[in-house]
């Protein structure tokens, strides 16, 4: 392996992968170099962009040789969207190195090496396997090099589909999306041809006005659909329009809502959103509790992984039917009802308002009376005198954002000391982080990694912990 000019790197075989779906090689000098839209076992010639102390981010100038785990990616935006950073990558690969990051994350960041690891619980499917999407609209979409280069006037500039990474102003047009079912993209074509056949403006991101802001399409295991268009002015004959169409061409669609948003961003956590059509939710079931979910709640996206990861959060509590249990970071209570039927008691706590009415309502729509919810920032609710107020705690069940634990929460956590903890995380980085800070007074006796999100680099991770 040598260097032309300090410029390239020739003959740099990858040798594993890293973070965010990157690939690692190492110089003759053992740098580490961090490249991306490859696959381990390629033998590559690579430019760096960027050079700090331990490592260089460089791209692909060549590809010398195709590693032997490559796989054909199948879709046409492979490389552009971002979206499924490893279509390339063979799923057998894809889930070896995504064990191994949960592995090498507790042990090199949490310090913590007699633990058992059980074997990645694969996905059913690879492909379709999503049951929420978000498209954003914009009337000045990503154009390719080749119709930079061109000398042809683009005439359709509109666009329907994904931000570009580091480029939020730019939207990917998408002509195909496999990370959900039909009729996805079908919904998604007709949205994008009506509104421009209705003359309706796409969103400017950069002079911040348009009609047309988000659509996002969710659907459950029935394949009924619901429908939530943000739009950036209240033009109610257009928003009629364009929500009539929907609701004739698409029968599947239960129900159609819609919400104005001016804001600076996207989110509809803070927006009032408005029924057009339908009851306003979607109705999932797992093991016969059904769970009403609303524009706003929060539920997994991968409906079958849902359930397996649930019922390994269940089976590490290993719940005797006397034990009262916490379940942090509880969402729309989902988890909490999954257990009940276990459990003397359960206690959900949750920050976002909209979710803890969520689950307050499939509580009740569930019959379970045993499960009470709280809404309140994690490090300042739970305290001394809400553990007093609810029971000592036998088990807790952890399931935090990719942040992790709120440093409080941890220390309550270890000195409160429950019997079992069990610490469910879509981010092992932070898992290990929050591992490493309670392995003085608890044993990590056995993790496990869910495969929530194939053709991704990200993975869930389920970890049961023991009092020592």
């Known amino acids: 392996m040598g260097r032309k000019n300090n410029i390239l790197i020739e003959n740099l075989e990858l040798t594993t992968a890293g973070a965010k779906g990157m690939s690692i090689g190492r110089t003759e000098e053992g740098k580490t170099v961090i490249v991306a839209n490859a696959v381990p076992g390629d033998v590559v010639d690579v430019q760096p962009f960027k050079s700090k102390k331990k490592y260089i981010e460089a791209k692909i100038i060549k590809v010398r040789k195709y590693s032997k785990d490559r796989a054909e990616p199948v879709c046409v935006h492979f490389g552009i969207c971002g979206g499924c950073k490893w279509q390339n990558l063979s799923y057998d690969k894809q889930l070896e190195y995504k064990e191994k990051e949960v592995f090498d994350n507790i042990k090199i960041i949490g310090k913590i090496d007699n633990f058992e690891l059980l074997p990645i619980y694969p996905s059913e499917y690879q492909y379709n396997y999503r049951n929420k999407m978000e498209f954003s609209f914009s009337n000045s979409r990503w154009l390719t090099l080749e119709e930079i280069q061109s000398d042809l006037q683009i005439e359709d500039k509109n666009a329907l589909g994904f931000h570009i990474p580091q480029q939020w102003s730019k939207v990917l047009d998408l002509k195909e999306c496999y990370l959900q079912a039909e009729p996805s993209n079908q919904i998604r074509e007709a949205v994008k041809k009506f509104a421009i056949e209705q003359n309706m403006d796409f969103f400017d991101f950069k002079e911040r006005k348009g009609f047309l802001r988000t659509l996002m399409i969710r659907s459950n295991s029935k394949n009924e659909i619901m ?3 943000q739009f950036f002015q209240n033009i109610s004959e257009k928003i009629e329009l364009l929500l009539k169409f929907l609701e004739k061409e698409f029968p599947q669609i239960k129900t159609i809502l819609y919400t104005i948003n001016s804001k600076g961003n996207d989110s509809i956590y803070d927006l009032d959103i408005e029924v057009f059509s339908g009851n306003g939710f979607l109705e999932e079931e797992i093991e016969g509790l059904k769970f009403k979910i609303s524009a706003k709640s929060f539920f997994q996206t991968n409906y079958k992984q849902a359930i397996k990861l649930y019922e390994i959060a269940r089976d590490f509590a290993d719940l005797k039917g006397e034990e009262i249990v916490y379940d942090l970071y509880t969402g729309t209570g989902t988890i909490a009802q999954f257990i009940s039927r276990k459990a003397k008691k359960v206690i959900g706590v949750e920050s976002v308002y909209e979710a803890i009415v969520s689950a307050k309502e499939n509580a009740k729509y569930n019959n379970i009376h045993n499960c009470k919810f709280y ?25 935090p954002p990719r942040d992790g634990m709120h440093k409080n929460v941890v220390e309550t956590i270890i000195r409160i000391s429950p019997q079992k903890v069990v610490y469910v995380s879509c981010n092992s980085a ?31 991770s389920v970890a049961l912990l023991k009092l020592k």
Do not use: S, W
């Open 430 to 460: 932070t898992q290990a982080r929050d591992l490493e800070l309670m392995k003085e007074k608890y044993d990590v006796i056995k993790i496990q990694a869910v495969d929530m999100f194939p053709q991704t680099h990200h993975v869930e």
């Open 227 to 229: 429908i939530l268009i």
């Open 375 to 399: 809404c309140g920032d994690m490090k300042d609710i739970f305290t001394d005198e809400f553990i007093l107020q609810n029971g000592h705690p036998d088990v807790i069940i952890t399931d």
